[in-house]
């Protein structure tokens, strides 16, 4: 599967924005789906997973209650709302596909990834 995430940009403190991951290749509902992120001079951190079927999420404490992920199988993309941003969510954005069953946590348990796209909050 190939993914392609997109809608990171310049935004202030306080603002939103919504976060898109687009697979092609297979369908997305053969995969969890995650987000992480990687600032500068820092290790890549999980944001957000959603198991394969969409009823299940969970969230880093530091993006819990601000940012929202979810799934359309039928567009074959996954989303992450983030509401309330700080400038501390400032970091290239990736999302992952994992073949295991649950809500992957770490890294290591995803094998396919998109390109990153950038957030940048301005305070």
């Known amino acids: 599967v190939q993914l392609q995430a997109s809608g990171g940009g310049l935004v202030q403190a306080g603002g939103s924005l919504r976060l898109s991951c687009r697979a092609s290749?297979?369908?997305?509902?053969?995969?969890?789906m995650g987000w992480f992120r990687q600032a500068p001079g820092k290790e890549r951190e999980f944001v957000a997973a959603i198991a394969r079927s969409g009823g299940g999420t969970f969230y880093a404490d530091s993006v819990k209650g601000r940012f929202t992920i979810s799934r359309d199988n039928a567009e074959n993309t996954v989303y992450l709302q983030m509401n309330i941003l700080k400038p501390e969510d400032t970091a290239v954005y990736y999302c992952?596909?994992?073949?295991?069953?649950?809500?992957?946590?770490?890294?290591?348990?995803?094998?396919?990834w998109g390109q990153g796209t950038q957030v940048t909050v301005s305070s």
């Open positions: 290749g297979r369908t997305l509902n053969n995969y969890a």
């Open positions: 992952g596909g994992s073949e295991g069953y649950g809500l992957p946590l770490t890294s290591q348990r995803y094998g396919y």
